[in-house]
């Protein structure tokens, strides 16, 4: 496979390998794969978690338990006043 660089990209590449970090530009390339498959896995456990929360969201309204969103803004305030006496 043949690969064209932009030249921003190929700058970058270039300042890595002066670095003394990586040894040519097949051990950039696998850094920056493996940093891809990394980010992806983070993605798809946050999405299982995510999808996790909502059902559980949507159960609990489904239950009765919601409040209105009245409330939960006022809730909230509250939450961003005290934070910020908090740092005071």
């Given at each position: 496979m043949?690969i064209?660089l932009?030249?921003?990209?190929?700058k970058?590449?270039?300042?890595?390998?002066a670095?003394?970090k990586?040894?040519?530009?097949?051990?950039v390339?696998?850094?920056?794969?493996?940093l891809?498959?990394?980010?992806?896995?983070?993605?798809?456990?946050?999405?299982?978690?995510t999808?996790?929360?909502?059902?559980?969201?949507?159960?609990?309204?489904e239950?009765?338990?919601g409040i209105d969103g009245?409330?939960?803004?006022?809730?909230l305030l509250?939450?961003?006043?005290q934070?910020r006496?908090a740092?005071?």
């Amino acid at each position: 496979m043949n690969i064209t660089l932009k030249p921003e990209q190929e700058k970058i590449v270039q300042t890595l390998l002066a670095s003394g970090k990586f040894k040519n530009v097949d051990e950039v390339i696998q850094a920056a794969l493996h940093l891809l498959e990394e980010d992806d896995r983070e993605y798809q456990q946050w999405m299982i978690e995510t999808r996790a929360k909502v059902e559980e969201g949507i159960a609990s309204l489904e239950r009765g338990e919601g409040i209105d969103g009245e409330t939960f803004v006022n809730q909230l305030l509250t939450k961003f006043k005290q934070a910020r006496e908090a740092q005071q």
